[in-house]
């Protein structure tokens, strides 16, 4: 479990390659600091996918992803030098300062519009149908890892409002229009919909 707030911005160290059954390896840098805090077999947020660490070392980790994983998420298009959001697994003791994040990815969103402003920046997303029921206004998303509050809600789209801090603590100061995104739904919408449609209280 993660809260959407980022540890700090790591970099991809050596070009992703293949590994068993379809999957990839990645290699990340990272701050001495953040990696003496993982172990192998922890859970690592990467840009909003959760993942598991195979190795480390003083200022690396090192995942694999399988297919169904690549399938959903933006890992595909990671190459060396490629910025990753980090966030460690939420420890218990530890405040919840953003909201309830899996680091399990629902999909692809797009970069609709960006709109800088004086040190801030609005960014609005594609929003496909099939999530348009998970999403409200002044309720929460994550992307790429980044837990965030809807500002505007369309039909097609929704807007948030990114300050200057989260501008330069995450990847999201470098997100440009067309640019592709991981999207998690907030669980609890999730739950709510899914609970409804047993019911019959709302299609299939």
Same mark, same amino acid.
């Given at each position: ?58 200022? !690396? ?5 399988? #297919? ?14 490629? #910025?990753?959001?980090?966030? #460690? ?5 530890? $405040?919840?300062?953003?909201? !309830? ?49 809807? $500002?505007? +809600?369309? #039909? ?18 470098? +997100? ?11 669980? +609890? ?16």
């Amino acid at each position: 479990m993660f809260t959407g707030l980022v540890s700090e911005i790591g970099q991809l160290i050596e070009e992703p390659r293949s590994s068993s059954e379809g999957g990839r390896r990645f290699v990340i840098g990272l701050s001495e600091s953040l990696a003496a805090r993982l172990e192998v077999g922890d859970s690592l947020a990467i840009s909003g996918v959760c993942l598991t660490i195979t190795d480390r070392g003083r200022e !690396w980790c090192a995942i694999e992803a399988g #297919p169904e994983t690549l399938s959903r998420t933006t890992l595909n298009d990671f190459e060396k030098g490629t #910025p990753v959001n980090l966030e #460690p697994a939420l420890r218990m003791g530890e $405040a919840l300062g953003g909201h !309830w994040v899996q680091g399990h990815v629902d999909g692809i969103l797009e970069v609709s519009y960006r709109r800088d402003l004086e040190g801030h920046r609005e960014i609005s997303f594609s929003l496909p149908a099939a999530y348009q029921s998970f999403v409200v206004e002044k309720g929460s998303v994550t992307i790429d890892g980044v837990s965030l509050t809807v $500002a505007r +809600l369309d #039909p097609n789209l929704f807007e948030v409002a990114l300050i200057p801090h989260t501008l330069a603590a995450t990847t999201l100061g470098l +997100l440009n229009v067309g640019d592709r995104v991981n999207y998690e739904a907030d669980v +609890l919408a999730k739950y709510v919909q899914r609970a409804l449609t047993v019911a019959g209280a709302i299609p299939s």
